[in-house]
């Protein structure tokens, strides 16, 4: 049995009130996402994106990971396209500037490489495209719960071979710096009032 998806997705079944409320959250930040084209980077096993999916059902939603196990999941969970993929090169396996939105939820501070996962994101997303995160403020209170939660990481990613790496987390303040000089716009971040989160738009600019 893929061990690893099955205990990820037993958080979902534990804290399901709480899960619940976060998804409430991001559908509020996010608005109706019907008749666009959605890709949720670093999705593991696409609790958020099959949520969306059975939304707003008109959304082309697509769904990368370095995870095949994860992905493999989550495709069984609505009509959504899966790739094996990393976010540091989402830009050889899609045309640029094609998705109206990048999500990533809890999923930059995850990557190998945060600032080229970044930018593929900007060249994957059509101008006046939006990407929505929502990442930890490691200066925020309730950070070092995440610290615990890393090592739960540790065990999921050794029972699929995949090599661990800890977690690297912004401020608020790097985040947005970055996202402006990577070339986005509009760059609004919302704390969550719990645990660290915050909540992050940004769009990429039109033309000029
Ligand atoms: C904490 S999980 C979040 C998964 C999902 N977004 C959610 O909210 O349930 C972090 C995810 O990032 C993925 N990940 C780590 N490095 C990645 C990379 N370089 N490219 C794409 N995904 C990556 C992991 O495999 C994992 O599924």
Redesign the pocket.
Known sequence: MPLAAWIYDLGERIFRGKISQERAELLAFLGNTNHKKLL??????C??SAFLKRCFPYTEVYA????RE?LARGAKKADIETVLC???ELIQRFPSSVFDIVL????LH???DRIR?LLNVFAVLKPGGMLVMREVDRDAPGFLKYKLIDKI?LLLSALQG?KYRAPEYFNTSELQTLLRLIGFCHVEVKPLGRDALILCKAVKPLPS
């Open positions: 949720e980077a670093g999705a593991g096993t609790r958020f990368t990971d370095i995870s994860y990393p976010t540091e990533m939820v809890d999923a995850h990557h190998a996962a990481d995949l």
